[in-house]
């Protein structure tokens, strides 16, 4: 079974429809991030999560949303979804050596 | 500030030798990582510096200078499966990777 785990895996919506994002790891870390990637601009950091109810703002937070309700479940929300949100999402968690690992991402269309 | 850049494409042909650069600057460093990503897919862990000098793992090889800012990633007798993204990012203080764009690597027969 995959260490982290995102679901759906792809999702399309309508611009101001609601949607989560779901995230959940079995590594036992505390660290979690959201991070989207669009063609050409790499990966940019969307919230990141050191700890339970722990919320920290990234590069890119508007617009966006998150809830860490339990060390192994990171949530990502768009309250109000536009099309500029349309791009692969990657949910990932860190390791105490720094190690990054990456779920599988969601593929997220804003119609 | 903080900056990260590295060459958005290079191509190479098999069996040859490539050196993907990145450069950056950082007020809180903590380490440089290369990751691979194939298209479509999640990033997959190479290799992580966070002392000067090189550090191999067979036919890949990371190396870094702190002190220039400066970082580049060795692929050597090159296979097609290695076509794909590499990215350059560098832990900031302990609290996230920031990635650099991506070298989208094209290796030919």
């Known amino acids: 079974d995959a260490d982290v785990t995102q679901t759906p895996r792809n999702r399309i919506t309508k611009t101001g429809k609601r949607i989560m994002l779901e995230c959940s790891q079995t590594?036992?870390?505390?660290?979690m991030y959201w991070y989207r990637q669009d063609p050409g601009l790499g990966l940019r950091l969307i919230y990141y999560?050191?700890?339970?109810?722990?919320?920290n703002k990234g590069e890119i937070s508007d617009g966006y949303s998150v809830s860490r309700q339990a060390q192994a479940k990171f949530s990502l929300s768009l309250e109000s979804a536009i099309p500029n949100q349309t791009a692969l999402y990657f949910c990932?968690?860190?390791?105490?050596?720094?190690?990054?690992?990456f779920g599988p991402g969601t593929r997220l269309t804003v119609l | 500030g903080q900056n990260i850049d590295q060459p958005t494409e290079m191509t190479a042909t098999e069996g040859a030798i490539v050196q993907i650069n990145c450069t950056y600057q950082?007020?809180?460093?903590?380490?440089l990582f290369w990751y691979q990503q194939h298209a479509g897919e999640a990033p997959t862990f190479l290799s992580y510096?966070?002392?000067?000098g090189l550090e191999e793992k067979g036919r890949f090889s990371s190396f870094l200078s702190r002190s220039k800012g400066y970082s580049y990633l060795l692929l050597k007798e090159l296979q097609m499966k290695d076509s794909a993204s590499y990215l350059c990012?560098?832990?900031?203080?302990?609290?996230?990777?920031?990635f650099g764009k991506g070298t989208t690597l094209s290796v030919s027969s």
């Open positions: 990932a968690t860190l390791a105490g050596d720094n190690e990054q690992f």
């Open positions: 590594k036992g870390h505390d660290r």
């Open positions: 999560s050191f700890d339970v109810k722990d919320i």
């Open positions: 950082t007020s809180g460093f903590n380490g």
């Open positions: 510096n966070v002392l000067d």
């Open positions: 990012a560098f832990n900031q203080a302990g609290t996230a990777l920031i």
